[in-house]
């Protein structure tokens, strides 16, 4: 380790010593796999911390860079009653090696990644309840741990609801994701809708996000391209804020759920509530939680093939007033349903009837 890198641990061990640590049965550790500007160490992290503040507990977040000597002295500082552990990604996230009650978090599919899955076994048997981002991974989590929970990844609810304002916006289609090249099944299905959705039109523009090679991008896209199609590139966002921004841009947002693909099956509403948050209209699979919460031509477009979805977003180019009025009925049902309010409340209990 450099000079620098050891510095920078030190300094984020020595802030924490400035926060509070409240009174005992009142108190939690949150262990992050990712920074906190990132959307899973946002949304599972600090915006969950400050709804559970407001429920009474005291809520300290251990910077995901600092070593395990100094996540141990910071755990004799602050005598936790009970640990968050968000995935076990990071190296050091693995609830055996803390001794304290650890919930465990997880909102994605990690099993299917042969690397990762004894580890998350393990992490289920090791933790006194898994909360897990969907049906179909609680019932894999189950298999390991008798008190696992669904609870959907939330979403602050925004100071001012979005701007419904289609009328104005152009006929901007955005694919949301972090590394969208990284995904075959995915890719073969989006390539499968452009190719029938410009066979009715080529008059929109296709944002991508998460690009992070032009040169595979370029090609991609190439033949949609050449049709006159406009297309526009989103590098990775770190800043979660900037990516909320980019999406208030659009018209219609796609969230493809290719179930072949089996990391498929841990997907749940991540990049769906940046679309809801950003007061644009979803079209997404009718599989998974995503049937439970959306229904289709009230809340949102849920076609289950390429040439559903082509249609499903060639009418909604078509008329501004129904992207408006889908995506205002979504935001009422996040604001039921998806909020950080919600989950916190839900994490709650569990915490609870684990104490």
């Not at 073969?188 to 009715?200: I, P, S, Y």
């Not at 896209?221 to 800043?239: A, L, N, T, W």
């Not at 699979?285 to 919460?293: K, M, N």
Request: proline share 6%.
């Amino acid at each position: 380790m450099s000079i620098k890198s050891w510095v920078g641990h030190l300094l984020r061990e020595l802030k924490m010593y400035t926060q509070p640590r409240g009174e005992a049965g009142k108190r939690l550790i949150i262990f992050p796999c990712t920074e906190m500007a990132s959307s899973s160490g946002m949304l599972w992290g600090s915006c969950l911390a400050v709804e559970l503040r407001k429920l009474g507990w005291t809520v300290n977040i251990i910077p995901m860079q600092v070593g395990q000597s100094q996540r141990k002295r910071l755990l004799k500082w602050f005598k936790p009653d009970l640990g968050l552990m968000i995935k076990c990604r990071h190296k050091l996230n693995a609830p055996a090696s803390y001794d304290l009650p650890i919930v465990f978090i997880i909102d994605d599919a990690d099993y299917v990644d042969p690397n990762l899955r004894p580890k998350v076994e393990q992490s289920c048997r090791d933790s006194v309840a898994v909360v897990a981002g969907n049906k179909k991974v609680r019932d894999w989590c189950g298999q390991y741990n008798d008190n696992a929970h669904v609870v959907w990844v939330s979403h602050p609810a925004p100071p001012t609801p979005p701007t419904y304002d289609h009328q104005k916006r152009e006929n901007r289609l955005v694919w949301a994701h972090a590394e969208p090249f990284n995904y075959p099944a995915e890719l073969k299905f989006v390539n499968g809708l452009l190719e029938k959705l410009t066979a009715k039109r080529t008059d929109f523009i296709f944002r991508i996000h998460g690009v992070r090679d032009q040169a595979v991008a370029d090609k991609f896209v190439k033949p949609y391209r050449d049709m006159g199609v406009k297309i526009e590139y989103q590098p990775f966002m770190p800043s979660y804020e900037a990516y909320l921004n980019s999406i208030r841009e659009g018209a219609v947002g796609i969230h493809p759920v290719c179930l072949e693909s089996a990391f498929s099956e841990g997907k749940s509403f991540g990049k769906i509530l940046s679309y809801i948050c950003a007061g644009v209209p979803v079209v997404t699979h009718d599989v998974l939680d995503h049937a439970i919460f959306f229904t289709n031509d009230v809340n949102g477009k849920t076609p289950m093939d390429e040439q559903g979805y082509a249609d499903a977003i060639d009418d909604l180019f078509n008329d501004p007033a129904k992207r408006n009025r889908l995506a205002e009925q979504a935001y009422t049902d996040f604001l039921e349903k998806l909020t950080t309010e919600s989950c916190a409340r839900q994490v709650n209990e569990i915490i609870q009837k684990v104490m």
